[in-house]
């Protein structure tokens, strides 16, 4: 029986499962892999709170960063979550005294995963992050192990449960967005700290840089995305969406072009027939292209105590396994610093909502400001509703491929047309 000694500093969902798991799955662990888990000491902000496990069993520490001074550990757990101070501090001192780090820290590791990964490699020691990305789903290891070798020419999908619930509740129960962020509180999926990178898209693209260097071998730069969240949806554009066959969900998606990294996070219109549009809920899901696969498609459960208990335990484990491997999957000094792409020569298809006076003509010279610039139009529906007939009304358009910064051009001038009503809405069609 070999062991391991492993500190937790953490004790909120995902360390208190953490616990609760090691301990009912204590013979399971040790059966499948001759591995006996030991805590040597656990830390959080309080002791007397109540919690699902018996606090006593355990040596309690205060302050997390007397962990790395313990005596035969092995691995410090960092679950606390901060994106610089106390949970910085903690690994850097873990990885400075070769103590080997798992966290779920996706902040962290975007933000300042750079650095920390050229101190692990420099230390002989391992930064493993399983948690970190997409709750239980195990999109880490399958990228870094399974598919490694191959040539990876884009990945995708949902990588926020709380914004995925939001915009599936909007979309079944017809709600407003703001109606639906309440309910998304009170059920504890967000919080009002949360809220703001959840709802802002930034949570999603914590993960999509991580995700993107796993990829491609790029350098961890936060700066390389482009970041647009779902606080601006209205429930008219889901369910004109739904009327021409599609879902709105929030998109993470990154690929290299011309030597070019593209990190984008944005809401976008998902077609009926792509498995993304039928992901629900808080469930997550990621698709990826490579030479050999045209689509690997992982879904599941992006958040929460146990999935995400599940890849710290799956992190324990590699590590028991082997300790000197390269967390990242390539050697720091192989990282490269591609160029961020232009976001404004994106070329893409989008959807337009323009509210407009009803009056003959509109129509007509709409039309005609996207054909003299080139831009061609795929569908173009009025929808007046027969209770609305004094209000403006929506026209729906979808366009072909088109680079944005030519629509955004056209789009400039249609709004000051004496007959449109407000700032027309813009979303991308994601392209399968």
């Given at each position: ?13 995902v ?25 040597l000491g ?11 496990f ?7 520490f ?19 979550g ?39 490699e420099k230390?002989?020691?391992s ?7 997409a709750?239980?789903i195990?999109i ?79 350098n ?22 739904k ?46 292209e ?15 105590g ?35 792409f232009n ?5 893409n ?17 709409i ?32 366009t ?20 449109v ?12």
């Amino acid at each position: 029986m070999r062991e391991i000694n492993i500190c937790i500093a953490g004790i909120g969902n995902v360390g208190s499962s953490l616990i609760e798991s090691l301990e009912e799955n204590k013979n399971i662990i040790e059966n499948k892999s001759s591995l006996k888990i030991n805590i040597l000491g656990i830390s959080g902000k309080n002791i007397n709170k109540k919690r699902n496990f018996d606090v006593s069993n355990y040596k309690w520490f205060d302050n997390p960063l007397d962990m790395t001074e313990v005596k035969n550990c092995d691995i410090i757990i960092e679950l606390i979550g901060e994106e610089k101070g106390i949970s910085f501090k903690l690994i850097e001192n873990a990885l400075n005294r070769n103590i080997h780090v798992v966290t779920g820290n996706k902040a962290l590791i975007a933000k300042n995963g750079q650095y920390l990964f050229k101190l692990a490699e420099k230390n002989n020691s391992s930064l493993l992050f399983e948690a970190a990305v997409a709750g239980g789903i195990p999109i880490i290891k399958v990228i870094k192990n399974n598919i490694f070798l191959n040539s990876i020419k884009k990945i995708s999908g949902i990588l926020n449960g709380t914004t995925n619930f939001i915009l599936t509740k909007m979309d079944n129960d017809n709600l407003s967005f703001q109606k639906v962020l309440e309910i998304a509180k009170q059920k504890g999926f967000t919080s009002e700290q949360e809220s703001a990178l959840d709802i802002g898209g930034f949570d999603a693209a914590h993960k999509l840089t991580i995700l993107s260097t796993l990829c491609f071998g790029s350098n961890l730069n936060f700066e390389n995305n482009f970041v647009e969240g779902i606080d601006n949806i209205k429930i008219e554009d889901i369910n004109f969406a739904k009327k021409i066959g599609y879902k709105i969900k929030l998109i993470s998606e990154a690929y290299i072009e011309n030597d070019k990294i593209f990190n984008i996070t944005t809401p976008k219109l998902i077609d009926f027939n792509n498995p993304l549009s039928n992901v629900d809920g808080v469930l997550n899901a990621i698709n990826i292209e490579t030479d050999h696969l045209d689509n690997l498609f992982l879904e599941g459960q992006g958040a929460g105590g146990k999935p995400t208990a599940s890849s710290v335990i799956s992190d324990i484990y590699e590590i028991s396994l082997n300790p000197n491997f390269n967390s990242l999957g390539y050697q720091y000094e192989k990282l490269k610093n591609f160029e961020k792409f232009n976001v404004s020569e994106l070329v893409n298809s989008y959807y337009l909502r323009i509210m407009t006076i009803d009056k003959p003509g509109v129509l007509s010279t709409i039309t005609k400001s996207f054909t003299d610039s080139g831009i061609s139009v795929e569908k173009i529906l009025q929808m007046p509703e027969e209770e609305n007939l004094n209000k403006p009304i929506p026209i729906i358009i979808t366009t072909h491929k088109i680079k944005k910064e030519i629509l955004q051009k056209v789009i400039k001038d249609i709004e000051n047309l004496d007959f449109v009503m407000e700032n027309i809405t813009i979303l991308s069609i994601h392209s399968n």
